[in-house]
């Protein structure tokens, strides 16, 4: 079983709606978790860190939230955009320092 | 200030053969990881370089191999390539206090071995 997982696997939206992604972990413990933005072809983008102890993150249009009682993490996108397209992977930094990805969510988002 | 950069963009190997992989870290950045991302899979983690030496390294054969040089600047190399090694390969750069420093990640190389 993943330590990291995420839903859905993909997801397909119209402009200007919002959207919340999944992120359910079973490592314990955990530095921090971390939400990427990867383009198709390219490498992975940070958008939010947090540390075990914060409850949520803002960068811009992009909310990501933390519950670490029941181990899951959320990253809800406002008023989505075309180039929001993209998929979005959770990730968490392990207590041996490595990080440990989720599969990402495909998010399409659609004129 | 150039992020993190890989060369080569794209690459087609054959099974058996032998391949390197570049990677230049953003500058001030002294650590280097490398990562496989397999199509529609999350990245995964291969080894981490500090100092020259490998400090960490994932689940992956000894036929991937790493070196990092003076400048920082990494190198992956994978020999006696197998169908399976075809994939997206990420280097990401970061300073060596780790914990919650973001890695840095370059556009990746993508390696189809036929």
């Known amino acids: 079983k993943n330590q990291v997982e995420q839903s859905p696997q993909s997801l397909i939206i119209l402009e200007g709606k919002n959207c919340t992604l999944q992120c359910n972990y079973t490592v314990s413990p955990f530095s921090n978790l971390r939400w990427y933005k990867q383009d198709t072809g390219r490498g992975p983008v940070s958008l939010t860190i947090?540390?075990?102890?914060?409850n949520t993150k803002s960068n811009g249009r992009y909310t990501a939230t933390l519950d670490a009682d029941t181990k899951q993490s959320s990253l809800h996108i406002t008023a989505s955009q075309l180039s929001d397209s993209a998929s979005y992977i959770c990730?968490?930094?392990?207590?041996?320092?490595?990080?440990?990805f989720g599969k990402g969510t495909k998010l399409s988002v659609k004129p | 200030d150039a992020g993190v950069t890989q060369s080569p963009t794209h690459l087609i190997k054959t099974r058996g053969q032998q391949v390197t992989l570049r990677c230049s870290p953003k500058s001030g950045h002294d650590t280097v990881s490398w990562y496989q991302q397999a199509l529609g899979q999350g990245p995964q983690f291969i080894f981490q370089y500090y100092e020259e030496e490998e400090r960490q390294r994932g689940n992956f054969p000894d036929r991937f191999s790493g070196h990092q040089f003076p400048n920082y600047s990494s190198e992956l190399n994978v020999n006696a390539l197998l169908l399976g090694d075809s994939a997206l390969y990420l280097c990401a750069s970061s300073l060596s206090a780790g914990g919650a420093d973001t890695q840095y990640f370059g556009p990746g190389t993508r390696l189809t071995v036929l």
């Open positions: 990730v968490l930094w392990g207590s041996q320092g490595n990080l440990i």
């Open positions: 947090m540390t075990f102890s914060e």
